[in-house]
Nanobody, 125 residues
Framework: QVQLVESGGGLVQAGGSLRLSCAAS????????MCWFRQAPGKEREFVAV????????NYSDSVKGRFTISRDNVKNTVFLQMNSLKPEDTAVYYC??????????????????WGQGTQVTVSS
């Protein structure tokens, strides 16, 4: 069973930065894409960023492109999300997700089987 544990959320002022971490256990993540989603109150869960198994290919939502960077350390079995120039509209619970299949690069939340418990990010104006 794969377990994902997010950390690094908190309260930050607009323009500030946070770095989220997602520690995986139960399997090595080196052969799997890893993804970050977020969900704001009253809104649907939305895609934020995804990184391919080798780490060389990434995709971002238009709303975070140029401000957020997803990365991974396969030795530490951890994925990161560096968030810079944060805006109040980035306020949400951020979730780390992993697919069941290896070498699979999904962009939809329904295509991910494993989820962390989420970490709250609050950006004040």
């Amino acid at each position: 069973q794969v377990q994902l544990v997010e950390s690094g959320g908190g309260l930050v002022q607009a323009g500030g930065s946070l770095r989220l971490s997602c520690a995986a256990s139960g399997r090595r993540i080196g052969d799997y894409a890893m993804c970050w989603f977020r969900q704001a109150p009253g809104k649907e869960r939305e895609f934020v960023a995804v990184i391919r198994w080798g780490g060389g290919i990434t995709n971002y939502s238009d709303s975070v492109k140029g401000r957020f960077t997803i990365s991974r350390d396969n030795v530490k079995n951890t994925v990161f999300l560096q968030m810079n120039s944060l805006k109040p509209e980035d306020t949400a619970v951020y979730y780390c997700a992993a697919p069941l299949r290896s070498y699979y690069y999904p962009l939809q939340s329904g295509q991910y089987e494993y989820w962390g418990q989420g970490t709250q990010v609050t950006v004040s104006s």
